[in-house]
């Protein structure tokens, strides 16, 4: 790929997808990012684009959104979502419409946000949900495709979640009992992820690649 380029990103306003924004904007490999929100940013990041829409009508934004790099973050809960029909229309719906827009334009990487347990023919509804959506991005044409699939994810988030905040006040005395097979049941910090989706952005390397949760802290540790 040719630097400098642009990126057009889902989910900014998200966990990850926030620190992912921050990253990219203070990278001379990076032009211009589109940042894709439902709701505006508020404090827009250097070099970054707010591109205000209605998800159920990416479609007709396709030319505005064309790039060369699309980055989805986006993810919620069937909690947060009201019901599991709606978690469904976030988690995949949303994220294929986008991917499919990536592949029309031309796109030569995409980089998604899964989930720790992803299957298309999990028991659990939540590792489902993920695990069709990433079978279905298999089926697109798009040179690079990067699945990070991250165990429970840290940082400050603006909604609560209780059983989550437990688990982040937990994590630094449990992180160092889970060794061997287990290292990928660590929690991570949502920063650490976005490093390691800023560094795949940055190198070229065509396929389809999954990234467990141990990997995603590897790659994040390198830099």
Not at 30 to 44: D, E, F, N, Y
Not at 75 to 94: L, N, V
Not at 105 to 120: E, N
Not at 166 to 177: F, G, I, R, T, V
Request: net charge positive; aromatic share 8%.
């Amino acid at each position: 790929m040719n630097y400098p380029t642009d990126v057009t990103l889902v989910g900014g306003t998200g966990l990850v997808g926030h620190e992912l924004l921050l990253i990219l904007s203070h990278l001379q490999q990076i032009s211009t990012i589109k940042a894709v929100t439902r709701s505006p940013l508020g404090r827009v990041p250097p070099h970054t684009d707010n591109i205000i829409l209605d998800f159920n009508k990416l479609n007709n934004y396709a030319d505005v959104l064309k790039s060369p790099v699309f980055v989805c973050c986006l993810g919620s809960t069937i909690k947060k979502a009201g019901s599991q029909e709606a978690f469904r229309k976030i988690d995949h719906d949303y994220v294929l419409d986008f991917a499919r827009i990536a592949e029309k334009s031309g796109a030569q990487k995409l980089l998604v946000i899964s989930a720790m347990g992803a299957h298309p023919h999990s028991r659990v509804f939540y590792n489902r949900i993920k695990g069709e959506m990433e079978k279905d991005l298999r089926e697109l044409k798009i040179p690079q495709i990067e699945i990070f699939r991250p165990s429970l994810i840290l940082g400050e988030r603006k909604e609560r979640r209780p059983g989550e905040e437990w688990a982040q006040k937990l994590s630094p005395y449990l992180n160092p009992l889970l060794r061997g097979p287990l290292r990928k049941y660590r929690a991570i910090q949502a920063r650490d992820i976005a490093k390691a989706m800023a560094i795949a952005i940055l190198n070229f390397q065509p396929g389809f690649h999954i990234y467990e949760s141990e990997q995603i802290q590897y790659i994040a540790d390198q830099r």
